[in-house]
């Protein structure tokens, strides 16, 4: 579903969007100059906090329609069926039965998005809403501004506390949830929209989706791929790819004396290397970690930690750690993708380890049986079925380094910018040229996460047997 | 009471039902018998409004049904895997269909504890279905479906989901209760034992049409066409030409057959299909018509009989039920009486679903 999308979505790309929708340089404030000939944006919504509202549904949504979504979709449609024909009408079925049993993945799905909102870093950072901090960005501010290290380890320790504390609260919940009794049936619960009036529904649903999902990025992609004909500010506009040839140009006087591509290159780089280590611990823990039960637990929760943890106290932690140290400079090339390979192993794991654990018992058996030797069965057995959800894996991994943001403003060095540092900074700067590169730069991070987008979803439907 | 008439229904582009009709009579359990597939739980969800037939009415009392919602038929279904609410327990899973006819809480409770002391489960009110073995599930379901009285019982495959040993049981639990509950019962099948053992009468569904429908023995005895009787397991069939109408003489691969069974309509010459129903075996000596070498050419211990695979006149296989054991390789004579055997004659198939 094209609704997940936003999920994998870089913070600064959603920052961009709203920035190209609605920031002082943005369509509303251009059109609306234009119409009424205005000399100055009508519209300032940065700093406020309905922007940054804004920006966090445009996430929330998709989080929560995929953990409502995929639970609806299992639902049995018999069961709604049962209790039609026991006299129940449609509303009072909706109310007794849907609802009380797609109540835990909603509750799982508001811990998850409160979890989210709670650990927001880069939207509000770039939204320039610092008057609402999060505890995020109040780390960020007494560590890099203040160098309150203290003050700042502090702040990290009661939110990785609320963090630990929140993640069980929905583990206990989905382990109280009805979703192992409830036959699971992939895409079986998808029923057609049959009355005027729920086809109305739909479409009336499907727009308000596209309008809080589309419409920023469409906006982002239109603002950096237009540029105002000369003629004023209330100008028309027309299309023009001189954002994109100004990141590739090599001007001397650009930030740090980086050139934006430099940026675009390290983050390839650092987001291949976090995707190796990523996938390496995770195939790793999932093999290692094996049918005991017992280990698995104890794994499953070591390793969905840093998920509950937020990027910036893990930035944090590798600072204190590393800084100051003789190890800082043998290390440093290894600091981002490490910490951002920390980051996309929970992702990892969850993906690999339903694939490893659907492979029947009996099957390795089988195979033993017809003389494979033990160590073979890796090789043989188990890599080519579970190739799909690698490549898923590598790609979220790959993915998620690439746009991540918390963690690396601690990290970054000031010369060896990644691409969303870059993006943060020139949008810091004055001037339309800068504003124009890093619109640009946010488009090249959309498309790449749109691309790995595209073939996850078709790994997904061309996956045979699950 | 209920009347179904011209059912007709697509699924995947394929026609599924091509004009479904019967009538269902006050107190009459009638079970539709069709393959895996062949339409017959659509019917059900048809009759029960949550689905919608392509043209076709579903009629009771003399009122056509086609624009009530299902809420409001007052019908009675029990799904095939029973379609329990999850998150109630027992009592409210059986009390779901009188909390919304918004009984006072003394009569509901009374209500719930008759039917689920009528399927023996009055010790298990408190009990989260979730933890219920399959035979518990389909007792609570039926309790489910029958405590709001419908006027109509439908049974999706009840024995679906259950072992072979449960079934036995419950199967013979299930024909009580139906006894016992004197509403009109459409009861859904795939196995012809079943329906056999539950069924006043029989309705066999085939390429989208009721094709026989009547009371077990009969439909047992007299099967339609070949097809039927395949279905049916009747599987002592042979091919042959009619040489003479008056006696009734077919030619057959293992020679001419006498048949005293028919009704009319054949032309001298025709190719016919022939179901045998019965095959005796001879003391020695008889010399009675349609009589036979056979060889014994397998042996299957049933329990108490002996299932004997037979090589008639080196040609034509069948399949006998014999109480005693015979040697593989035995040769015996047989005899097939006359009067069982039957004659269809050829592509009398039903016509198909237009396309």
Redesign the interface.
Known sequence: MASTLPFILPTVVVAAAFNALLGTSGWINLLLMRIFSLSQPPIQVFGTLGVIVLAHVFYNTSIFIRVVGTAWERL?P??E??????????W??FL??TL??LLPSIVSAMLLVFLFDFTSFGVILLLGGVQFATMEVEIYIQTTQFLNLKLAGFLALVQLLFSIMITYLGKWLDEAS?AP???VMSEKGLREPATFRKKAFVVTMGLLLVVIMVVPLAALILRATMVQTVGGSAGAFRFSSINFQRIFANERDALFFVPPFIALRNSALYAFAAMLIALSIGIFIVVGSGRSTRIRSIMDTMVMLPLGTSAVTLGLGYLIAFSGSRAMVVFYPFLIPVAHSLIALPFVVRIIQPAINAIPSNQHEAAVVLGVSQKKLWWMLDLPIIRKPLITAAIYSFAISLGEFGATTFLSRPEIPTLPVAIFRYFGLPGRENYGKALAMSVILLAACAAGFLIIENLQETQGLD | MLKVTGLEKHYEGKPLLCGVSFTLAADETACLLARSGGGKSTILRIIAGLEQAESGQVIWDGQDLTDIPPHRRGFGFMFQDYALFPHLNVFENVAFGLRVQKLPPEELRERVSEVLEMVGMESFYERSVIDLSGGEKQRIAFARAIAPSPKLLMLDEPMGALDRTLRDQLLKDLQRLLDVTDVPVIYVTHDQEEAFAVADRIMILHDGHVVQSGKPQEVYSHPINIWTASFLGLNNQMDGKVSSLDPLIVDTPIGPLHIRNHAGGLLAGERVDLLVTDISVNQAGSEAPNSFSAEVTAQRFLGRDYQTSLLVANTWNAVITLDRFLPVGEQILITIPPVSIYTYTRGETHENCQE
Do not use: C, N, Q
């Open positions: 049995d018999k069961i069926d049962a209790a039609r024909i026991l006299s129940s009408s449609p009072r079925t007794r039965v009380p049993l009805f009794i409830m036959p």
